[in-house]
């Protein structure tokens, strides 16, 4: 069992930067961040794997956004710079240790989940 643990959110206004922290017991090969707002469904943001580069949800998000991790220290990390009031939302660490690992790999296909981190960015 792999146990996830997030932290780093807040809330900020826009144009300020959070950087997001996921520690496990272990760092299974696939990692991702995912967010979600109330009412509607979990969508990921970013993934990396331990052998491969990482992939981001979209060019705006690939722009402002930094996924990163430490296999020797079990984390992975996401740098938030000029955030939007839309990126408002829970924050969640997912990992796997097999399969592919991207961000059109349904949610449903991650072993492991942290709580989550609350993100609030006013206008």
């Known amino acids: 069992q792999v146990q996830l643990q997030e932290s780093g959110g807040g809330s900020v206004q826009a144009g300020g930067s959070l950087r997001l922290t996921c520690l496990g017991s272990?760092?299974?090969?696939?990692m991702a961040w995912l967010r979600q707002i109330p009412g509607r469904e979990r969508e990921a943001v970013a993934t990396?794997?331990?052998?491969?580069?990482?992939?981001y949800s979209s060019d705006d998000i690939k722009g402002r956004f930094t996924i990163s991790r430490d296999n020797d220290r079990n984390s992975m990390y996401l740098q938030m710079n000029s955030l939007k009031p839309e990126d408002s939302a829970m924050y969640f660490c997912?990992?796997?240790?097999?399969?592919?690992?991207?961000?059109?790999?349904?949610?449903?296909?991650?072993?492991?989940w942290g709580q989550g981190t609350q993100v609030t960015v006013s206008s």
């Open positions: 272990h760092a299974p090969h696939c």
């Open positions: 990396i794997h331990t052998s491969g580069g990482p992939t």
């Open positions: 997912a990992a796997k240790w097999f399969g592919r690992c991207g961000v059109d790999t349904d949610s449903d296909g991650y072993q492991y």
